[in-house]
């Protein structure tokens, strides 16, 4: 596609509830990041893949998140049994390759959460 | 550094004047140095990148300047636009790892 694609763009849920969040990447991307921005803060770094694997999982704040790549294309993040702490933007980015140089991020617009 | 749990700070600006906003990394075997521009409801954009054997790069109307001796990266916007409003985000790059700065947000006043 012409740009990193998340959906849904906003996402009201119960305490307690499941929640899964996607991201298209740019075709062609062989690296996805996932990151949680609260609101008037910074990006909080969650994971990345490098193709469908992630090689470091120690950013996902605990055991309630989870998030998966296939096809070295789509990518959902998972979030269970929701707090209201976890109400933030999800942003999904992607880069070409992920290597030092040249590492460009595109990111999607980000999935607004919000926990009741 | 990774910002979490921080506010962001703010810089204010007239309309038509130069910006700068500062940028204080954290590892000195970072090599690649990245700005990002956060509007309002949408994802960061890239910017303009500079490498680590440069001291500095222009683009249009912007310019980043490095200075490795105290890891310290500037973003200069010219001639200040109300479209310029924004959060802008460094990020630097080493060892296959991108860090993101805790960002700034840019008030154009009219």
């Known amino acids: 596609g012409a740009g990193v694609s998340q959906s849904p763009s906003n996402k009201v849920t119960e305490k307690g509830k499941d929640v899964e969040l996607r991201c298209d990447p740019i075709?062609?991307?062989?690296?996805l990041y996932w990151y949680r921005q609260r609101l008037g803060q910074g990006l909080e770094f969650l994971i990345y893949?490098?193709?469908?694997?992630?090689?470091?999982k120690s950013g996902l704040p605990s055991d309630r998140f989870s998030a998966e790549r296939t096809g070295e294309s789509v990518s959902t993040l998972t979030i269970q049994r929701t707090q209201q702490e976890d109400s933030a933007v999800y942003l999904c980015?992607?880069?070409?390759?992920?290597?030092?140089?040249?590492?460009?991020?595109?990111f999607g617009a980000g999935t607004r959460l919000s926990v009741l | 550094g990774e910002s979490v749990g921080l506010h962001l700070p703010t810089l204010s600006v007239q309309e038509g004047d130069n910006s700068i906003i500062n940028c204080a990394y954290s590892?000195?075997?970072?090599?690649?140095f990245i700005w990002y521009k956060q509007e309002s409801g949408k994802g960061p954009q890239f910017i303009i990148d500079?490498?680590?054997?440069?001291d500095k790069r222009q683009g249009q109307r912007v310019t980043v300047l490095l200075n490795k001796t105290v890891k310290h990266l500037s973003l200069q916007i010219a001639a200040t636009q109300p479209g310029d409003s924004a959060v802008y985000f460094c990020?630097?790059?080493?060892?296959?790892?991108?860090?993101f700065g805790a960002g700034t947000r840019l008030f154009v006043k009219a």
């Open positions: 980015a992607s880069s070409l390759v992920f290597a030092t140089e040249q590492n460009i991020q595109y």
């Open positions: 075709s062609g991307h062989t690296a």
């Open positions: 893949f490098q193709g469908n694997s992630a090689p470091d």
């Open positions: 590892n000195s075997a970072s090599d690649y």
């Open positions: 500079i490498r680590s054997n440069m």
């Open positions: 990020a630097e790059i080493g060892g296959f790892k991108t860090i």
